[in-house]
């Protein structure tokens, strides 16, 4: 039974459509969860600090004065989805779980994914449901471009 004066959890839900790369072609640089500050136009730096056989594999990026540790939850290359959780930041996230996940359109000829990005939080302070949501839409949208522009220069 939930307490009368608990605040309900913020969730969230950005997609990105990419018109020619595959899913198959986008998956591996999202995948690469360590390597995020190469699309998302927010992060300056993203690096390994805890490897895999320890705690997970945790990840820390930054930009500016920002900056957060994130846990891998999960990964499913079948499904071309991972989920991770902020384990420390300076952002004010509490309980923040998100996944992200690759969907090859259906077109007919094989081109063209969507990248959905979801989030669960506890309210951050400074902040509304709806302003994080925009952050995040905003940031996918750059994240996108960046992958279409660097699949377009690798062929």
């Known amino acids: 039974m939930e307490e009368a004066n608990e605040i309900p959890k913020w969730e969230g839900k950005a997609t990105a459509k990419l018109l020619r790369p595959t899913a198959s072609e986008v998956w591996p640089l999202l995948e690469d969860f ?3 500050h190469k699309w998302l136009p927010t992060i300056d730096t ?12 945790v990840r820390h990026c930054s930009s500016e004065a920002q900056w957060c540790r994130e846990r891998l939850t999960g990964m499913d ?11 420390d930041s300076n952002m004010g996230f509490k309980n923040y779980k998100s996944t992200m996940k690759v969907v090859p359109i259906d077109g007919g000829d094989g081109l063209g994914c969507q990248i959905e990005w979801s989030f669960e939080t506890d309210p951050v302070e ?28 690798a062929f």
């Open 34 to 36: 360590c390597t995020l």
């Open 46 to 57: 993203c690096f390994k600090v805890v490897d895999e056989d320890v705690n997970g594999l």
């Open 77 to 87: 290359p079948a499904e071309m989805c991972l989920s991770y959780e902020v384990v």
């Open 126 to 153: 400074g902040l509304s449901c709806e302003d994080l949501a925009k952050y995040v839409g905003i940031g996918l949208q750059g994240m996108a471009l960046n992958m279409e522009r660097a699949l377009e220069s």
